[in-house]
């Protein structure tokens, strides 16, 4: 695995460590962003999309449920 890869598995593991897994929390990102010394931006960028992929369930929606049934719909 890559360098970044590594790194942004690093941050949501340590945001979750220390009980803000979505980095709501800006001593949380501070924390974070001084011991992996990485940008505070960067931080908050890696939470914000682990938060976006944990909504994600990997169900089709309703629309497209219905447009694999009846494309002419």
């Known amino acids: ?6 790194l942004e598995l690093e941050i949501m ?6 009980g ?3 980095g709501q ?3 949380t990102i501070l924390i974070i962003s001084r011991n992996l010394n990485v940008a505070p931006e960067e931080v908050q960028r890696v939470l914000g999309e682990d ?6 369930d990997g169900q089709p ?3 497209t449920e219905w447009m694999d049934f009846d494309p002419d719909c």
């Open 1 to 6: 695995m890559g360098y970044f890869a590594n």
């Open 13 to 18: 593991d340590m945001a979750r460590d220390l």
């Open 20 to 22: 803000d897994a979505q």
């Open 25 to 27: 929390d800006a001593e």
């Open 51 to 56: 938060a976006d992929l944990d909504e994600y």
């Open 61 to 63: 929606d309703e629309l």
